[in-house]
């Protein structure tokens, strides 16, 4: 079980807002500033580590920018939305963030709110007011991936992808 | 029950005798495309092996040519990785470099019946050749190179009988349009294309709908096989493949019949496409300050060749910055031979190498503070092409070419009467 702050977003949340093109190739470091500088400005200084991001419908329209990433490296410790974009929710198996699909969830939390999930049965409760809604089923497989940090993990243990070089700005992958 | 498209492709590439909605398969890819982005320090993990070079493409589109020091790097390692692997089909600045889905398709890389994947989210472009294409994240790149696999889950179809024919000057962006005003949001759904009407469009124009099937949140987008798409084929790949129809009785979430001959120029307003599109009327004379016609939707031959059409023997209006990037250089050499160049240039358009450039607001094109914009390339979300505050419209590549004589968004009616098309 694990539970986080929540933060609302509306519908059709996309890559751009949330990677905007000027940022994609600048270090992960700087890139991250700018994570929903158009639609919520001011907002990468107020998110602290292990908040939850609860979502409307289609979250993550848009390209396959590696914005997932972005979202784990400013804390978001779980992301739960109406809907999830496909290529968005590979980029969130592939990165490792936990995202859940849960039908009525914009409607089960006023923000600032405390949502709190199980990754054994894929429940979601609002600690507030008790309110308890069952997500989508994800795929064992696919849930061991989310949650075990995405696939650059699985590669390096089985020894497929080199070791990142110590060298700094090649390291940011790992921060998280 | 028969299957979809989709359903019998992935079940070959699982080697599995059929597969169904809700199923996670593990499939062989034919086909991994890597582009520069790829090779980026924040995205780049180096393969120790890969499973088959002759599988892999290295083409260079997003950052060509390479506009400062970090992507000249990033241009260098990808060179690098594609000598130690022995990467035959590497498509670096030059005669064979272009977007990677235009490169794709130029070269008949994807290849009917088989599974192709890319990091860009338009890969699904190569839908329109019958190929399982779709857009997947940069480790799985990484992952299918190294292992020759990938996973997808296995969605229900929505399949588009198209009849009937586009009206003159009526593009397969307008009908892109038209589906998304109509039709929505196709998130969780693959989308099958075929019937009578989608045997008369064009290869280029096939292109432009599978490419956009992308802003119609869909899964997959295919497109049935037939002899225009053989005759294609076997001009540019000498492989053997085997199309796959959809089964007389395959099972759809949904199955709608569309006249093409229905579909008027529409524009779609700032920030989104899906429910945001309007008949052309409605936005005309909204001034601009650059039109664009490029991308994997529409760099293509056809796309040009329209644009030339309109520009022919006029002028673009005063302050207003025309550009226009062919998707490959295979096309840029086409369209200079057939003249369009010329007559592009003579109206006053720019024309860039092939590069993503603008459409993704990288460089070549990037939009400033509270500009405007009309678009023929893939994608208008807000800051997509530079700064958040500019307003992004997107049109056809008629309709963006009539706005930069023009000056402001112009019905493309107007400019091809007594015209041929």
């Excluded at chain 2, 009785?249 to 199955?255: K, Q």
Aim: charged share 20%; aromatic share 8%.
């Amino acid at each position: 079980m694990i539970s986080g702050r929540v933060w609302k977003f509306g519908d059709s949340i996309n890559t751009d807002m949330m990677m905007p093109g000027p940022a994609l190739y600048l270090p992960e470091a700087e890139r991250i500033r700018y994570v929903f500088q158009a639609n919520r400005p001011g907002w990468v200084d107020q998110v602290k580590r292990g908040d939850f991001i609860v979502g409307g419908k289609s979250y993550g329209v848009g390209s396959s920018r590696p914005a997932a990433l972005s979202l784990r490296n400013v804390g978001i410790g779980c992301l739960i939305a109406e809907s999830i974009n496909g290529l968005f929710f590979r980029n969130c198996v592939s990165f490792g963030l936990l995202a859940l699909e849960c039908p009525g969830v914009h409607g089960m939390f006023e923000e600032g709110q405390t949502a709190a999930v199980s990754t054994a049965d894929l429940t979601v409760r609002n600690d507030q007011t008790g309110e308890v809604r069952k997500a989508l089923p994800v795929p064992r497989q696919l849930l061991d991936l989310m949650c075990g940090g995405g696939i650059f993990p699985l590669l390096e243990s089985q020894g497929l992808i080199a070791p990142l070089p110590a060298k700094p700005g090649k390291t940011e992958m790992l921060t998280a | 029950m028969g299957s979809p498209i989709l359903n019998k492709i992935l079940a070959r590439a699982a080697k599995k005798p059929s597969v169904a909605a809700g199923d996670l398969v593990v499939v062989d890819v034919d086909t991994v495309v890597l582009y520069d982005s790829n090779f980026f320090p924040v995205y780049w993990r180096d393969p120790v092996k890969i499973a088959d070079p002759d599988r892999i493409a290295v083409i260079f589109d997003h950052r060509v040519p390479a506009p400062d020091r970090g992507c000249a790097q990033a241009h260098i390692d990808g060179r690098e990785f594609a000598k130690r692997f022995g990467i035959r089909r590497m498509h670096d600045i030059g005669y064979d470099q272009g977007i990677a889905h235009t490169v794709v398709a130029d070269k008949g890389y994807a290849v009917p019946g088989s599974v192709l994947i890319c990091s860009d989210s338009h890969t699904g472009a190569g839908g329109a050749f019958n190929c399982a294409a779709r857009g997947v994240g940069g480790p799985d790149i990484i992952y299918a190179a190294i292992t020759g696999q990938t996973w997808f889950a296995v969605c229900e179809t929505i399949r588009y009988d198209l009849t009937g024919k586009l009206k003159p000057g009526v593009t397969a962006k307008d009908l892109f349009l038209h589906l998304a005003q109509t039709f929505g949001d196709h998130s969780t759904y693959n989308v099958e294309f075929g019937g009578e009407g989608m045997r008369g469009m064009s290869m280029d124009a096939r292109r432009t709908l599978a490419t956009m099937g992308t802003e119609l949140n869909a899964e997959f987008t295919i497109f049935e096989p037939d002899d225009l798409l053989a005759d294609y084929m076997r001009e540019r790949n000498p492989v053997p493949f085997e199309a796959q129809y959809p089964d007389a009785d395959a099972i759809y979430a949904e199955r709608r019949t569309l006249d093409l001959g229905s579909v008027e120029t529409l524009v779609a307003l700032p920030d989104a496409m899906i429910g945001n599109a309007v008949p052309v009327g409605k936005a005309v004379g909204e001034r601009i300050d650059q039109a664009f016609i490029g991308s994997c939707a529409n760099g293509n031959l056809e796309d040009l060749a329209i644009a030339a059409r309109v520009v022919a023997g006029r002028r673009v209006a005063a302050g207003v910055r025309f550009l226009v990037t062919p998707g490959s250089q295979a096309i840029y050499r086409q369209a200079l031979k057939a003249g369009y160049i010329e007559t592009l240039l003579d109206a006053g358009a720019v024309v860039t190498p092939a590069t993503c450039g603008a459409c993704g607001g990288g460089h070549m094109g990037v939009l400033g503070a509270n500009e405007t914009c009309i678009t023929a390339s893939t994608r208008n979300f807000k800051g997509r092409m530079g700064d958040p505050t500019a307003r992004i419209f997107m049109g056809s590549p008629a309709t963006v070419a009539a706005s930069a004589i023009a000056g402001a968004i112009a019905d493309p009616g107007e400019y091809m009467k007594g015209a041929n098309w």
